[in-house]
């Protein structure tokens, strides 16, 4: 009774995963995966409701260690981006980004620590 048993969750496992790995490989021919989302332009007429709209401020106080803040227009929030591309490294760019806070001691005064999960080009002066 028991081997039946291990046989039947066994059986249920594999056609789990077999059911998993075709969603994956559907995906894959598809061509959609996490880089699609690494798109860096993005217009105000298509603003996704999960992003935020911010501003990328230089830091002028050379003495912290964070060379570039993000302000996060609607909540007025400083966030300090560990993980910031190069690309995004200039002052007053406008970005739509999304982020998750860290719990980590602050590098930049009172600024948030975050790791920035996705970021655009906002095209729209607005």
């Known amino acids: 009774m028991k081997i039946i048993n291990l046989l039947t969750i066994m ?15 559907e995906t894959e021919a598809t061509g959609e995966n996490a ?3 690494t798109e860096t332009k993005m217009s105000d ?5 999960n992003f935020k709209k911010g501003l990328i401020v230089m830091n002028e106080d050379k003495s912290l260690k964070c060379d570039f803040y993000i302000q996060d227009l609607a909540s007025k929030e400083i966030l300090d ?3 910031l591309k190069d690309e995004f490294k200039v002052a007053d760019k406008k ?4 982020f998750s806070r860290l719990r980590m001691k602050n590098r930049c005064g009172n ?6 999960t996705e970021i655009k080009t906002r095209l729209s002066e607005k």
């Open 35 to 37: 880089d699609t989302k």
């Open 81 to 83: 981006p560990i993980n």
């Open 45 to 49: 007429t298509n603003e996704n409701a």
């Open 11 to 25: 059986a249920l496992i594999s056609i789990v995963s077999c059911g998993s790995t075709k969603n994956r490989a």
């Open 95 to 98: 970005v739509w980004f999304n």
């Open 111 to 116: 600024h948030l620590p975050v790791s920035i």
